[in-house]
């Protein structure tokens, strides 16, 4: 139990920051958190208030953070850390806005996922979460456009929800579309908010089940956007979901040669390789030659040597992996293109070697 009430935690914080230039922060951390969890420098710990299931495969955690965090645009993302048996675990979610200055976070259970597992069987006894500040840039613009058009597939949904929440609260006038893909209806989260958000054309759009009145059914295409939104070239656009689902969006966009598509994906791209070539990996604070390949990204194939380089979202979005590259020649994942630039920055989880490596790492 904390020995000092969160009152006087949110009261005291302030006070800390001009002492942070001469204050070293483990050292005031590890004080700090005896009398309260949330008595940090810099450190933002939220308090978990609630907890309810959307559908049957999402947890939302409704959470008070401490005076340290400083707040979220709609759509941005942050690092939720915790810690079983000694190992500090993060993934990344979208923080939405919920009641008195508190936040929410949706979480989807994925079957082997780890973090998910845990904040679905132990959010009651975990007590407090730590979480990073808000980053990314996928987010409303600061004048809103007359026509906003919202894809979203599965877990897609919180970002594109927290943005519903902000145009509600801002009185948004403007014509709103959002095409909501999902497996299964029962799986689907924020149905019951979203049927009930005014002014908004909401398309549910089933891919493993059949549709019912009112509903469509199968995955994203030309053909089933030109049925739904009519009038979608113009509109400002929002798609978040995974890899597959965002290339098939940006691939309309593309032949169509349409603008005002901002795309988020919550998977790591896939790549196939028509080869798998053995290379050589040089660590080098490590002190570590080792054998790689072209086959696996640079963060997987330092993880099986035993190596444990920071790393949050393995998608590219976090730059939690960045790393400096000194010499050789790697492939961005995502576009497909080669770098040979030495003393580069490169994000660890998203880049592959295309020959031999060294890295500062």
């Known amino acids: 139990m904390p ?20 204050l070293r922060e483990d050292v005031f951390d590890y004080y700090g958190r005896l009398l309260h969890p949330q008595l940090q420098l810099r450190r933002v710990f939220a308090r978990l208030k609630a907890r309810r299931l959307e559908g049957e495969a999402t947890v939302v955690l409704t959470l008070s953070p401490s005076r340290n965090w400083r707040g979220f645009r709609a759509g941005q993302h ?13 993934r990344r979610y979208s923080p939405m806005r919920a009641a008195n200055g508190r936040i929410e976070i ?11 597992s845990l904040l679905h069987e132990e959010a009651d006894s975990i007590g407090y979460l730590e979480i990073g500040q808000a980053e990314g840039d996928f987010v409303l613009p600061d004048t809103l456009p007359p026509r906003l058009l919202f894809l979203a597939a599965g877990s897609g949904i919180t970002p594109i929800l927290a943005m519903l929440r902000e145009l509600k609260a801002r009185g948004y006038q403007g014509e709103l579309h959002l095409l909501y893909y999902g497996r299964h209806r029962n799986q689907m989260a924020y149905l019951d908010e979203l049927r009930a958000y005014p002014g908004l054309h909401l398309h549910i759009c089933l891919t493993g089940e059949q549709a019912r009145a009112g509903e469509q059914a199968g995955r994203f295409s030309a053909a089933q956007l030109d049925a739904l939104v009519p009038k979608a070239e113009g509109s400002t656009v929002f798609a978040c979901g995974s890899h597959g689902f965002t290339q098939s969006v940006q691939a309309v966009w593309q032949q169509r040669g349409w603008q005002g598509l901002a795309c988020e994906s919550f998977t790591p791209p896939t790549w196939h390789l028509e080869d798998d070539k053995p290379v050589t990996l040089t660590f080098a604070r490590a002190r570590r030659e080792l054998a790689g390949r072209t086959g696996g990204t640079l963060l997987e194939q330092a993880e099986a040597h035993g190596l444990k380089p920071a790393s949050g979202c393995r998608m590219g979005i976090c730059n939690t992996c960045t790393c400096q590259k000194r010499e050789g020649a790697v492939r961005d994942l995502r576009t497909g293109e080669i770098s040979t630039k030495p003393d580069e920055t490169i994000r660890l989880c998203i880049t592959a070697p295309v020959g031999n490596v060294v890295l500062d790492l």
């Open 3 to 22: 020995l000092i009430p969160a009152a006087l935690v949110n009261l005291a914080l302030p006070l800390t920051r001009p002492l942070a230039a001469f």
């Open 106 to 116: 949706a979480i989807k259970r994925l079957k082997e996922g780890l973090v998910s």
């Open 78 to 90: 942050v690092a939720v850390t915790l810690e079983k048996d000694g190992v500090r675990h993060t």
